[in-house]
């Protein structure tokens, strides 16, 4: 019986730090996430004249630039409550050693989903003009997000 006692208190225990460590990255501050040579690909050279606004709706760290013109990006850290929703989408990008689902992309916009742990990142992205080069909109976020995801080490 005192087996099956200690059992159910270790148990417990892992179950808390689990949690605790799962949350963790509720605490990041995604506005601090993006450089600025990032954020100007999409709102241009006065990204660094942008103050970024910062959210936490529904326990969902979140940071927004908005440009003068149409440029703006959205980054957020959140669990998705079904991840298959996502995870299902056709149209994925690689983005480092994971994979980005891609929710939709024009020539100059790109919504992307990152499956990583322990959260998702999304980021999404609008510039005023489109990109110079000849990669697709959503290459050049997941080039973005991959570098978020090693500035938050995951």
């Known amino acids: 019986m005192a087996a ?9 225990s892992q179950d808390s730090e689990e949690t605790d460590s799962a949350s963790d990255w509720q605490q990041e501050d995604p506005c601090s996430l993006l450089t600025e040579e990032e954020a100007e690909t999409y ?25 003068t013109g149409t440029g703006e990006v959205t980054l957020m850290l959140w669990e998705p409550p079904m991840p298959d929703v996502i995870t299902d989408a056709s149209d994925t990008v690689k983005v480092g050693d994971t994979i980005g ?24 992205a609008r510039g005023s003009g489109g990109l110079t080069s000849d990669e697709s909109y959503c ?11 090693a500035r938050l080490g995951w």
């Open 139 to 149: 290459d050049a976020v997941a080039r973005t997000a991959d570098g978020v995801l």
């Open 4 to 12: 099956v006692a200690m059992l159910g208190l270790t148990a417990c």
């Open 43 to 67: 709102l241009g050279e006065d990204a660094s004249a942008i103050t970024p606004k910062r959210t936490d709706e529904q326990d969902r760290p979140r940071c927004d630039w908005k440009g």
């Open 101 to 124: 689902y891609i929710t939709s992309e024009t020539a100059s916009s790109c919504h992307l989903d990152v499956a990583a742990h322990p959260a998702f990142v999304q980021l999404q």
